[in-house]
């Protein structure tokens, strides 16, 4: 079965300092990575996609399928990107479900 | 409406107690997913609808867990004789389609005392 693993679950930063999100996954075949994020009193919302290589709000993600892993990175962390952070995962052969890590809560500091 | 309505909001039940959360996805929405998220977990897949056919309960930790979506729109998530460990977030999520991006709803806080 897929398995994903956030090793992090905090981090904590200063504002200005870069940032990187650990993902990594278990599964042999190709999947479909994403990262949600959470902000305070909000509901969980897509932050991006894999298949989609764009950058939202300065943060982007490379999937290497060498390392396994779908690591969110942004060169410059503001105070508002503080948020919990969940990388999922979505294979074909498992229907539509989404397989989340434990997620990281990102602190950025003044 | 605008996006996926849960209620109640937040719900507390004595323990044997049954309980039925519901949600409204956005209107047009074919998929519908339910999500339990315990505290400090990431969401764990329960159960996965597209229009009134449920197409996987796998994830449905029990037989006290069901969940119906008669019409193909609002779904219900019940949860007979609850028990303490059943204490958790119920995420429910919708989208376009099963490969579409997901809409999550603001989730119901079940509380098992």
């Known amino acids: 079965a897929q398995r994903v693993t956030q090793p992090e679950k905090l981090l904590s930063v200063f504002k200005g300092a870069p940032v990187e999100l650990k993902c990594n996954y278990s599964y042999s075949g190709s999947p479909e990575l994403f990262w949600y994020v959470q902000y305070s009193r909000q509901r969980l919302q897509l932050l991006l996609r894999h298949i989609s290589r764009e950058s939202i709000k300065g943060f982007t993600a490379d999937l290497n399928k060498g390392e396994t892993s779908f690591h969110l990175k942004k060169p410059f962390a503001q105070e508002e990107d503080s948020a919990m952070y969940y990388c999922?995962?979505?294979?074909?052969?498992?229907?539509?479900?989404?397989?989340f890590g434990g997620g990281t809560r990102l602190m950025v500091k003044p | 409406g605008a996006g996926v309505s849960q209620s109640p909001r937040y719900k507390v039940a004595k323990r044997g107690q049954d309980v039925a959360l519901r949600c409204d996805p956005i209107s047009g929405h074919v998929s519908l997913f339910w999500y339990q998220q315990a505290l400090g977990q990431g969401p764990e897949f329960l159960t996965y609808?597209?229009?009134?056919?449920?197409?996987?309960k796998s994830g449905l930790p029990s037989d006290r867990f069901f969940a119906e979506r008669p019409e193909g729109s609002v779904s219900t998530l019940k949860i007979q004789r609850t028990q303490q460990e059943d204490s958790a977030v119920y995420l429910c999520a919708s989208s376009l389609s099963g490969r579409s991006g997901y809409t999550f709803g603001s989730g119901t806080r079940l509380t098992v005392v």
């Open positions: 609808f597209q229009n009134e056919a449920q197409l996987d």
């Open positions: 999922a995962l979505r294979v074909g052969n498992a229907g539509n479900m989404l397989t």
